[in-house]
């Protein structure tokens, strides 16, 4: 049936009809109830269908539309909007009282989705409680909230004014560097911690959360404690969706089970953690040219697939201690993340602390390469000859230790030079002390017990000076560079090799010794150029 | 065709008048009879139907969402080739709005199929109320898109649709009245 032939039969009952309906649609339009003494069955007809539509279509027009105009609250001027969330419309203003431009957050009325008038008041209430409680939360970078109010039945809150950018956009801009963004991360790490002490969680850490002020630069959190109330204010999982790609694996799992109280009783310390770590892992700089394609997350199921492309990009970018660090908040068990914010704090702070050896001596690299590794292979090889040519014994001592002269003089140096790495200067300094105290104790010993043999001393030093250095490399890989182990593991071995190769062992050592100074200079992320 | 293949085609076939109604509702008036809503929601589904091996595996909410997405590319694509040769502010500052209206909407529909029960329903009449309306006649269809999915006026509808108040009048509440009938049916089944 088309319209035309409906339009045609029109009786002139018909006509009356629709001249009322036009009434009842003016008043609809204007929201006021149609007032008829006796309302006929046509006017209750129109009443219930325009409720039905009105309320399912609402959402999508307001989306399309945005024709909301900003309401007027007391103590500020016209409001002028900057941005628009999940839940509500961020203004600026400037306050009458202090002359101060603040942000003012307002929850727009049409995004509420509650059944009915009292889940929704209910709703209202908690929503102001929780701000409240977020604007006892005091700290230098989280965003102060400074009033809660309620106009025209919007809840409206006002904070300071922070116009950004984001750690989001900083990052996608690649406007910051790898150490500025771990400290970045390392304060806000502070801030949560501080305000987790007052039993407040965040729920909703992410890039686009962290707004970077523009007088002081300083990293500031913002939304405190009020994401997570405010998903549930919508009564959907609106908010949840920008949020799914960095949520723990345990809310995720609440989500899909459908059981919203679960929801708010998982979330914990180490979700919060978990967001860190994630925010941290996924503004991480690539290493070649390719960007880290974000995958869309629209449901569980995604989030999951998320988590495993995030830690393959952190494995993949970052520097291995880094990459333990994101790794440990991401850890799909609560309990193997760190236990609180602090702890991560720390331990981003002394990856920010770590040895940097090429800032203090620009060219130590090819020192260790040109210089450092050619001198041992040659101390060795001068071992040999002069046992051969049976040449005075403080000759072949000194032929022996003279490498490790080099070695303390770039340490002491490197006191004068820089305090950044001071702990690790100083870690260095001791192991090596130790390495070179052991070995000249162990020539003593056994030049002691094989007094008239100094070939056999010697046959025997070398696999004794090739195990204390196997110790030295492992002690290493706690604290430095990984694959430290793996140069101990070697020398472990070289030990045994230097021990079968009996007459040639001094120059096999110097060789050994050479290969271990490239590779160091080569691999060891603290020699690398800034 | 096995049984992934199978879902996905009803998948389609489920959402082809919801993508349809969102596509009008987008594509403001002024810029009918240049872009053509039902062709890009038959790009769209073409382009799915490409993607058939990556679709087949995720559920129906995802598969929407994809459509979604897939038709969002579409307008916008749409509505920057529109006289492509000229360099036209408003058609810049239109695909904005395009862009951040289909943005505001994935607010909506996003992880419908993940939160708490009533919501999902209200999501599930939603887009049962959205395919409806590719069911009403013409003139019914395009009062209702522009007076409840646009926020028009009836003075506006009726302009728009070059007839007067009172047949505009009888025009809504009847295209109401016949998507009600329709919600109240998907919701006995």
């Known amino acids: ?530 | 065709m096995t049984e992934p293949q199978n879902k996905l085609a009803n998948c389609m076939e489920k959402f082809r008048p919801v993508l349809l109604t969102l596509a009008e509702t987008m594509i403001s008036p002024g810029l009918r009879g240049n872009v053509e809503a039902s062709d890009l929601v038959q790009l769209t589904l073409l382009e799915a139907h490409r993607n058939t091996d990556q679709l087949a595996a995720i559920g129906e909410g995802p598969i929407f969402a994809w459509l979604r997405k897939a038709l969002q590319h579409n307008v916008l694509d749409a509505v920057k080739h529109l006289k492509a040769q000229k360099n036209d502010i408003r058609r810049t500052l239109r695909c904005s709005e395009i862009g951040e209206s289909f943005h505001c909407i994935e607010q909506f529909f996003v992880a419908d199929d993940t939160s708490p029960s009533q919501f999902v329903q209200r999501n599930e009449q939603i887009t049962t109320m959205l395919a409806a309306i590719q069911d009403l006649p013409a003139n019914q269809r395009t009062a209702i898109i522009l007076k409840h999915l646009r926020g028009h006026s009836l003075k506006e509808v009726a302009d728009a649709l070059q007839l007067s108040e009172s047949a505009t009048a009888g025009l809504l509440h009847r295209g109401r009245q016949q998507l009600v009938q329709r919600l109240e049916q998907a919701g006995h089944e």
Request: hydrophobic fraction near 45%.
């Open chain 1, 1 to 530: 049936m088309s319209d035309s032939t409906v339009d045609k039969s029109k009786s002139s009952s018909d006509e009356t009809a629709d001249l009322h309906l036009v009434e009842l649609e003016r008043a609809a339009e204007q929201r006021e109830p149609f007032h008829a003494v006796d309302p006929t069955c046509i006017e209750q007809e129109h009443l219930r269908y325009f409720a039905i539509i009105e309320e399912l279509a609402s959402p999508i027009r307001s989306a399309i539309s945005q024709t909301a105009s900003p309401p007027t609250l007391p103590d500020y001027g016209p409001l002028e909007e900057v941005g628009r969330g999940g839940m509500g419309v961020v203004y600026r203003a400037s306050n009458h009282k202090t002359n101060r431009i603040d942000a003012i957050k307002v929850i727009r009325p049409d995004r509420i989705a509650c059944s009915s008038q009292e889940t929704n008041l209910q709703l209202r209430r908690r929503f102001q409680l929780e701000c409240q409680l977020a604007a006892r939360v005091s700290h230098e970078h989280i965003v102060p909230i400074y009033q809660v109010g309620e106009v025209d039945g919007c809840t409206w809150f006002s904070m300071q004014y922070v116009a950004g950018p984001s750690l989001y956009e900083r990052s996608r801009q690649k406007a910051i560097q790898q150490d500025e963004l771990v400290r970045c991360v390392e304060r806000i790490a502070r801030a949560i911690d501080a305000v987790h002490q007052c039993g407040v969680l965040h729920g909703d850490i992410k890039p686009q959360n962290i707004l970077f002020d523009q007088e002081t630069a300083r990293p500031m959190l913002s939304d405190f404690g009020l994401a997570e109330l405010a998903s549930e204010f919508n009564g959907n999982a609106n908010d949840i969706t920008g949020t799914l790609a960095y949520m723990a694996p345990e809310l995720v799992e609440a989500i899909r089970s459908q059981r919203t109280s679960d929801f708010v009783a998982v979330r914990s310390v180490a979700s919060d953690i978990f967001a860190l770590g994630a925010t941290l892992g996924s503004v991480l700089p690539t290493r070649s040219m390719a960007t880290f394609i974000t995958s869309s997350v629209f449901g569980p199921e995604d989030a999951e697939k998320r988590r495993g492309e995030l830690r393959n990009h952190i494995t993949v970018n970052a520097d291995p201690a880094l990459a333990r660090i994101c790794i440990k908040c991401l850890a799909d068990d609560p309990v193997a993340r760190y236990a609180t914010a602090s702890q991560l704090a720390d331990d981003l702070a002394s990856w920010l602390d770590r040895p940097r050896w090429n800032q203090h001596f620009p060219s130590l690299r090819y020192l260790l390469c040109f210089v450092a590794a050619p001198g041992l292979a040659l101390s060795g090889l001068s071992v040999w000859l002069l046992q051969k040519w049976g040449v005075n014994e403080i000759a072949l001592w000194i032929a022996i230790f003279v490498s490790y002269v080099p070695l303390f003089a770039a340490l002491w140096a490197s006191q004068s030079v820089h305090r950044d790495s001071e702990r690790a200067r100083r870690e260095l300094w001791s192991i090596w002390l130790g390495h070179g105290v052991a070995s000249v104790a162990c020539m003593t010993a056994i030049r002691i017990q094989n007094a008239d043999e100094l070939a056999r001393s010697i046959a025997l030093f070398y696999p004794t000076c090739a195990a204390i250095s196997s110790v030295v490399f492992f002690a290493k890989s706690g604290n430095f560079w990984y694959a430290y182990r793996w140069i101990g593991a070697a020398w472990a071995l070289a030990a045994i090799v230097l021990a079968v190769a009996n007459p040639i062992s001094p120059v096999l050592f110097g060789i050994f010794a050479a290969i271990t100074c490239i590779v160091v200079a080569k691999g060891d992320s603290a020699f690398a150029d800034s």
